[in-house]
């Protein structure tokens, strides 16, 4: 079996071995089957790019043929390019650690087995969706990592909410999936196949703006939506957060949310052609930014606030794809997925501290009892907030010259954001490690420092959290962009298909001036916060006290309200009264008819069998006479219509 195939299948092994054998295997091989799986995945992935390196070029592994029907021919393949290098490394890379993670948060729970086991699964899903040469293997993969976060947003069943969340995420998920199928089913129509290579090959010779591509890359971004939460299927996501804190580390950094992401950038050729679509992108981006980053000023859930923060980092990711910064978008996925992954683990680190408690009312003063987690997590919230030299700074302020250059509108909206970015940042960790403690006395006395386990990949991501950004230096520093020239080879057919592809004009001093400008806005925000919430001590309202703009606000905008007023309710009572009056009555009804009138023929018809010979010979008799007059009667008509024709033709 070659390299490339071993990646997926070492998450699939770990996947049946745990699913299938938890309830019978020692706990304590559980979470070193899942880990090993993730970690030879991790390590096949570094095998894998080094044979890349030595081709040099895109590798095209065929397992076998999958479909044949007429004009369909769709082979199981995987394809290894730079965009896939680098999301395999991802994947399994910080996905390893959050297992390595999970190994110290679930170690006490029941359902151990079953939760590394989902746990492969997702990341074997997510590998399939990237690995994938065609949009159909994307796909399955894409369908997989949508189940998957429904079996791990659910995980802990028991309560009726975390069900809800999870069947959330999973309808919210199928109404973007249908868009995604819709628009394979238009690849397929418009070029004759799935296959990514020939199908950008074709599209290159396409016209810029022209129909056909316009209505496929609307109708895969409606999927990206979906997956990636953006406006308006956004609102599962914060949702997910019912999951154990592990599965929103992983959904949130390094599977589920950045595949709508990557395919747009795999399909760079098709949107470069679709201007219109891309400036859709670009302000669903700008909006879904602001809004979350709106919501998330005034939560008080610690995961919250983390998740609409993803949902805002999505949201610039999605501003940079549509200002054809694909590069830019990109880079911040990489260096979102070090930062995100250590806020939600650190997230998890001091909920486990705190007994179970989220609400960062009842925290403060954890810097003294949690310093590993204090010192790894504010690296985290100083890179999201784009403070340089961390990771976020070099990403976020790369899309922020894009949109510059594109729309000074659109680019002064995202500064806002970025704006409250920093400063729901750093009010989070104000409120959670500085001041006084505010929790109870039981809480105070269980505060802890996590074990080892946790706090390994904790500081790992911190690390990267900080050198992450170094891979994409700006131009002004004259220091090598190491993501874009690894990436280049991607957009060769769209530098093909559209001229000037990839240009930036900016002057020196005005990229200088407007990254002064995002370092300032950032160091405000910090300023602020640290004034509110610790030279003031103030802390938030309980939720009975919130009125006025910050309720509206605080209450996601009554999204979710209005989404029950619009399509859940009506769809309730259509369900009901389809349930109640049109299938009992109705389709019952009309089948009890005619089942009751062929039984009613049936008895008629069981009169004739008398069982007396004489009357079966007189039935005989008059069948036979009944024939011979019916063939009495056809000869004569024939004959007068014979005469008829005769004397109508003199």
Same mark, same amino acid.
């Given at each position: ?56 070029? +895109? ?45 110290? #948060? ?25 690995? $994938? ?16 976060? #429904? ?31 819709? /628009? ?20 290159? $010779? ?109 949201? #610039? ?116 490690? +500085? $001041? ?31 050198? /992450? ?46 990254? $002064? ?29 919130? &009125? ?46 005619? &089942? ?44 007068? +219509? ?9």
């Amino acid at each position: 079996m070659s390299l490339i195939a071993l990646i997926p299948l070492f998450p699939l092994l770990g996947f049946l071995i745990n699913g299938l054998g938890f309830k019978i295997m020692p706990k304590n091989l559980v979470a070193p089957i899942g880990i090993g799986a993730s970690f030879l995945s991790f390590l096949a992935t570094i095998g894998v790019y080094l044979q890349f390196k030595e081709t040099n070029g +895109t590798i095209v592994e065929t397992l076998f043929e999958w479909i044949t029907v007429g004009n369909l021919n769709v082979s199981f393949a995987f394809q290894i390019d730079q965009l896939s290098i680098l999301m395999l490394f991802i994947i399994t890379g910080v996905g390893t650690l959050i297992h390595l993670y999970s190994a110290g #948060y679930m170690k006490h729970d029941a359902g151990i087995g079953k939760f590394f086991a989902y746990l492969n699964l997702f990341l074997f899903s997510m590998l399939i969706l990237v690995m $994938g040469a065609n949009y159909l293997i994307m796909f399955i993969g894409w369908e997989g990592v949508g189940l998957c976060s #429904y079996l791990l947003i659910g995980f802990w069943n028991k309560r009726s909410d975390f069900g809800d969340a999870a069947r959330k995420a999973f309808i919210m998920n199928r109404v973007g999936d249908l868009g995604f199928l819709i /628009g394979v089913f238009l690849i397929f129509h418009y070029f004759g196949t799935l296959e990514y290579l020939e199908v950008f090959e074709q599209a290159k $010779g396409m016209p810029s703006g022209s129909l056909p591509l316009m209505f496929i890359s609307f109708c895969l971004f409606i999927g990206a939506m979906g997956k990636s939460a953006q406006i308006p299927l956004f609102t599962w996501l914060p949702d997910a957060m019912a999951g154990p804190t592990p599965v929103s580390a992983l959904i949130h950094a390094a599977t589920m949310v950045t595949a709508g992401v990557y395919m747009v950038v795999r399909s760079n050729v098709l949107y470069t052609l679709s201007p219109d679509t891309l400036e859709f992108i670009a302000w669903i981006g700008t909006l879904t930014a602001l809004i979350a980053a709106s919501i998330a000023l005034f939560q008080n859930d610690i995961k919250k606030v983390l998740a609409y923060s993803t949902v805002s980092q999505l949201g #610039y990711m999605f501003i940079g794809l549509g200002v054809m910064a694909y590069t830019s978008g990109f880079f911040h996925v990489i260096t979102h997925a070090f930062f995100k992954a250590l806020l939600f683990l650190g997230a998890g680190s001091v909920i486990h501290a705190m007994g179970d408690e989220q609400d960062i009312r009842k925290m403060g003063g954890l810097w003294s009892k949690t310093k590993i987690t204090a010192i790894t997590f504010l690296i985290g919230t100083i890179a999201i907030s784009g403070i340089p030299p961390f990771a976020g700074f070099f990403s976020k302020d790369e899309i922020l010259a894009h949109v510059f250059e594109h729309n000074k509108g659109m680019w002064a909206l995202a500064m806002l954001g970025s704006f409250m970015t920093a400063f729901y940042m750093f009010r989070l960790f104000f409120l959670t490690f +500085t $001041g006084q403690f505010r929790g109870t006395k039981e809480q105070e006395e269980h505060l802890h420092e996590s074990p080892s386990s946790m706090t390994l990949p904790l500081i790992v991501l911190a690390g990267l959290s900080i050198v /992450g950004g170094f891979i994409g230096f700006p131009e002004i520093f004259h220091l090598p962009h190491f993501l874009a020239d690894f990436l280049s080879p991607i957009y060769a057919n769209s530098r093909e298909a559209f001229e000037g592809f990839g240009e930036v004009h900016l002057s020196h001093s005005t990229e200088w001036i407007l990254m $002064g400008f995002s370092v300032l806005l950032a160091l405000s925000a910090l300023l602020l916060a640290y004034i509110i919430y610790v030279k003031r001590g103030f802390v938030p309202k309980e939720d009975s006290e919130i &009125t006025g703009i910050q309720k509206f606000v605080y209450n996601k905008y009554y999204l979710d309200e209005n989404y029950d007023k619009v399509f859940v309710n009506p769809i309730e009572k259509s369900s009901k009264f389809f349930g109640n009056i049109i299938d009992p009555k109705v389709i019952d009804g009309f089948i009890k008819f005619i &089942t009751s009138g062929i039984a009613s023929l049936s008895k008629i018809g069981t009169k004739v069998q008398t069982g007396t010979t004489g009357f079966y010979l007189l039935i005989m008799g008059l069948s036979i006479g009944f024939i011979l007059i019916l063939n009495l009667g056809q000869g004569i008509l024939a004959h007068f +219509t014979d005469i008829f024709k005769a004397i109508t033709s003199k």
